[in-house]
């Protein structure tokens, strides 16, 4: 069993997106307690605006049902220590790997291989291993190049291209952007599924 998350600050400060790492170590440790895998797809360093995990083993959609929607996470700021804000927030989404997205056809979409730059090791560098990919019919495009080999990177390319469509789709059915941020102030104000508390992340 696999299901992929999908952590994101949204348009949240630097507070949120150091919350969004904090998360992925967080989340790991929380599925190793259960006997899951859950991992990173892509390195994460430092704070980060979005993450994808990958949770997998037997009771991992259950163990992703339950984080899904808003984190709440209370604590001072550690960039701005004077900030009376307590209160930081992030969103987790479940998303279809890019198979069971039915609006991403693989006729649809172009590849582009380069030569992946930055960290990664000799293979990474030294081969075409990172990939782009567009999605012809809308013009979106992702990139892909932490991965060990070009086929695992085109996947991951894939599965970026779902998740741009999904929030897409997500934004029209709610009428543009400005009334989907309206609705996450909303979403904010309600229940969050989880509520951590402190550098320690000691759930609530």
């Given at each position: 069993m696999s299901v992929v998350l999908h952590l994101s600050a949204g348009q949240g400060p630097e507070e949120c997106r150091w919350v969004v790492a904090?998360?992925?170590?967080v989340?790991?440790?929380?599925?190793?307690?259960?006997?899951?895998?859950?991992?990173a797809i892509e390195p994460v360093a430092g704070p980060i605006a979005s993450a994808l995990l990958r949770v997998e083993g037997e009771g991992a959609e259950t163990f992703a049902?339950?984080?899904?929607?808003?984190i709440r996470?209370?604590?001072?700021?550690?960039?701005?220590?004077t900030h009376k804000r307590r209160n930081w927030f992030v969103a987790v989404t479940t998303i279809a790997e890019a198979e069971d997205t039915p609006d991403l056809r693989e006729v649809d979409i172009a590849y582009q291989s380069?030569?992946?730059?930055g960290p990664g090791g000799q293979h990474v560098n030294t081969t075409n291993s990172a990939v782009r990919a567009t999605h012809l019919p809308t013009g979106l495009t992702t990139t892909a190049q932490d991965q060990r080999s070009q086929f695992a990177n085109k996947k991951l390319a894939r599965l970026k291209l779902a998740l741009l469509l999904d929030e897409r789709r997500r934004e029209g059915?709610?009428?543009?952007?400005?009334?989907?941020?309206?609705?996450?102030h909303a979403l904010e104000r309600g229940n969050a599924v989880r509520?951590?508390?402190?550098?320690?992340?000691?759930?609530r």
């Open positions: 904090q998360l992925v170590r989340f790991a440790d929380e599925a190793a307690a259960e006997r899951l895998s859950c991992v049902r339950a984080r899904t929607g808003t996470w209370i604590g001072t700021s550690r960039f701005r220590p380069y030569r992946a730059s059915e709610a009428g543009g952007r400005r009334e989907l941020w309206g609705q996450h509520v951590y508390e402190g550098e320690r992340f000691r759930l």
